[in-house]
């Protein structure tokens, strides 16, 4: 497929941006985690130490510079031009995602900038909206999900290597709420296109699922 654009979706946690990840290296395309895009801007505000407001989080985000990088097959993401690929990952960055992303004047701003991204062609993008309205026109289409269960387990083992500790049915309840605050938001929420293929990895091998969706792109 020459200069094609593909859109995975999907909840917390079903590997979207591993799988993303891996297609663009297999494909060699250009992998843009929009969902680092969002964390980056969480963390601005978590940084900025104001109290976290709607209206905060919009003049914060509003006035700042986020940009991805792809370095050695690692995608660096900054923030007014400080690396902050590790810093993003941190629970607390975790659990104010979902509201920061639910505003429709920073989805406005990210989505500009994911549009222009991809113009070009030959890019793997996901996140929760993909499909539905940031690529719209997208060549191949795919929703990824798993269990609650796995999201879970997965999520703790994240979080465990990067040397954090969670309660497993912690991140059940916050994987669920996670999914409530997507799926209900006003502005762009997490649906399944009818055109995306679902692919449930809960019984899946990385490698198998890699597999399926560039089975798709053939």
């Known amino acids: 497929m020459k200069r094609a654009v593909i859109a995975i979706d999907g ?3 079903a590997g979207k941006s591993t799988i993303a990840r891996m297609v663009a290296q297999k494909l060699g395309y250009v992998y843009i985690d929009t969902g680092a895009m969002y964390r980056a801007a969480a963390w601005k505000v978590l940084q900025s130490g104001q109290p976290i407001t709607d209206d905060a989080i919009i003049r914060i985000v509003r006035d700042t510079k986020i940009s991805l990088a792809s ?3 690692k995608i660096c993401v ?3 031009g400080q690396d902050v690929t590790d810093e ?3 629970p607390a960055v975790t659990a104010l995602v979902s509201r920061v992303a639910q505003l429709a004047p920073v989805r406005e701003k990210m989505v500009l900038l994911q549009r222009k991204m991809a113009e070009s062609g030959q890019v793997v993008m996901d996140g929760r909206d993909i499909a539905s309205h940031v ?3 997208a060549t191949v289409k795919v929703f990824l999900t798993a269990s ?3 999201r879970a387990k997965r999520r703790w083992q994240e979080i465990k290597d990067k040397g954090y500790t969670h309660g497993i049915e912690e991140l059940k309840a916050e994987i669920a709420a996670r999914d409530k605050a997507d799926t209900e938001r006003k502005v762009s929420p997490l649906v399944r296109v009818p055109e995306a293929v679902l692919i449930d990895t ?3 091998t990385i490698e198998e699922t890699v597999a399926a969706v560039l089975k798709l792109c053939r």
């Open 11 to 13: 909840p917390a946690g």
């Open 71 to 73: 370095e050695d097959g």
């Open 78 to 80: 900054s923030v007014d």
């Open 88 to 90: 993003i990952r941190t």
């Open 135 to 137: 690529l719209p026109n």
């Open 148 to 150: 609650i269960e796995e």
């Open 202 to 204: 809960t019984e899946m």
